[in-house]
């Protein structure tokens, strides 16, 4: 789910500021590890993010309006608008659950019991939206699409502390987002706060090392919503 202001600063043009929650599906990871093949690795990943995204969009239905080049309530927000954006990812959760004999014959989690492991990938993302609005009265209803590449990680080393031979270091990261999203905002003059929610789609991709050497990296697409 989502929340955002916009600000129309001309009769096309329009700053804005958004806050998004995702939460993706869980998803199975596994294969080998590297160079040593002999032991499966297996575990499920369950990530969250959140971002704060500054915005500028064109609105290519943007028309002025006769009283003082004001806005009226709503009056440029309908039509079809492009735009970028850019911010920050942050408070990211990401789960990763071994099963027993999940682990690489005890090189990423115990052999006998498995484990959990969690990180907290933050960082940069950017992007592209674009969208279309319809307005009834003040209403604006709409429905957007955005696609973000992202610079969002996180590690943690020795995660199992003694139960396994040190140093092992377990990665999170994500490479892009996306989502489709229908809206819904109340123009307030050149202002139009709204809410959002959808669809969201993912990559994440995990790194481990352990003490043995042996490594192990893989990439799944989450779906998911925000």
Known sequence: AGLGVEYAFSPAWMLGVEYNYHSFNSKTYGGQPLPDN???????????????MARLSYNFGGRPNTSGGRLSSGGTW??????????????????????P?????????????????????????????????RRFGNWIVGLEGTFNWSDIDDS?????????PAPTKHRTSQNWLAALTPRIGYAFGNWL???KAGLAVAE???????????????????????
């Open 38 to 52: 002999t032991w499966p690795v297996q575990y499920k990943l369950d990530p969250t993010q959140q971002t704060l």
């Open 156 to 164: 943690k080393g020795n995660a199992f502390g003694a139960a396994i």
């Open 101 to 133: 004999d999940g682990g690489a014959f005890g090189s990423f989690a115990p052999q006998a019991t498995g484990g959990s492991v969690k990180t907290h990938p933050e960082g940069s993302a950017w992007g592209l939206h674009l969208g279309e609005n």
């Open 193 to 195: 706060p709204y809410a």
């Open 78 to 99: 309908e039509g079809i608008y492009a735009g970028v954006n850019a911010g920050w990812a942050f408070d990211g959760d990401a789960k990763m659950k071994f099963p």
């Open 204 to 226: 994440y991709e995990n790194s481990f090392t352990a003490a043995s050497g042996r490594q192990f990296k893989r990439d799944h697409i989450h779906n998911g919503w925000t």
